[in-house]
């Protein structure tokens, strides 16, 4: 099983390194192998990086939050048809798991107030990002939210951050 990340940038937007270009593809897969239940099956993720007033923008349109926020995912899908089990028969293509929006500006600005890198605080938002496209949603209370943190902590301790 693997994960497929395309990175985006909007005009403007600094490109990042090889290496952090790494640690996404190895974030990506780590919470692929993770959130998977076992079903063994590819999946697809874009990833565009952006700046405040353009994450503020989909947030308010699509949120109904006019603010800006450090990251934004967009589920294709949810719930029990997020990974269905792999066809007896071939191989199934991979899965659309949809998109996530990070704000470089923001991520900067997060980094510096933690003391740690923007790539590390890149990703770790990035992280999250793929656990609210495999299901996963600290807004649905107390419990969810706890497991879900504890699963970011896990996988960012497994990258060596």
Not at 39 to 67: K, P
Not at 100 to 109: D, T
Not at 129 to 134: S, V, Y
Request: aromatic share 6%; hydrophobic share 40%; net charge negative.
């Amino acid at each position: 099983m693997r994960a497929y990340l395309s990175i985006r940038y909007d005009a403007g937007t600094p490109q990042i390194d090889p290496v952090w270009r790494s640690l996404l593809r190895r974030a990506a897969n780590a919470a692929l192998r993770r959130c998977s239940a076992g079903s063994g099956r590819d999946a697809e993720v874009s990833l565009l990086l952006t700046d405040d007033e353009n994450i503020r923008q989909l947030n308010r349109d699509y949120r109904q939050r006019d603010a800006a926020t450090d990251v934004l995912s967009f589920a294709m899908a949810e719930g029990e048809d997020l990974l269905p089990a792999v066809a007896t028969e071939g191989k199934s293509p991979p899965l659309l798991l949809g998109d996530i929006v990070i704000s470089r500006q923001r991520a900067a600005a997060q980094a510096e107030a933690y003391g740690h890198s923007e790539q590390r605080e890149t990703v770790f938002l990035f992280v999250h990002g793929m656990l609210h496209l495999l299901g996963y949603d600290h807004e649905r209370g107390a419990a969810e939210e706890a497991a879900m943190f504890a699963l970011q902590d896990e996988l960012m301790q497994e990258l060596g951050l």
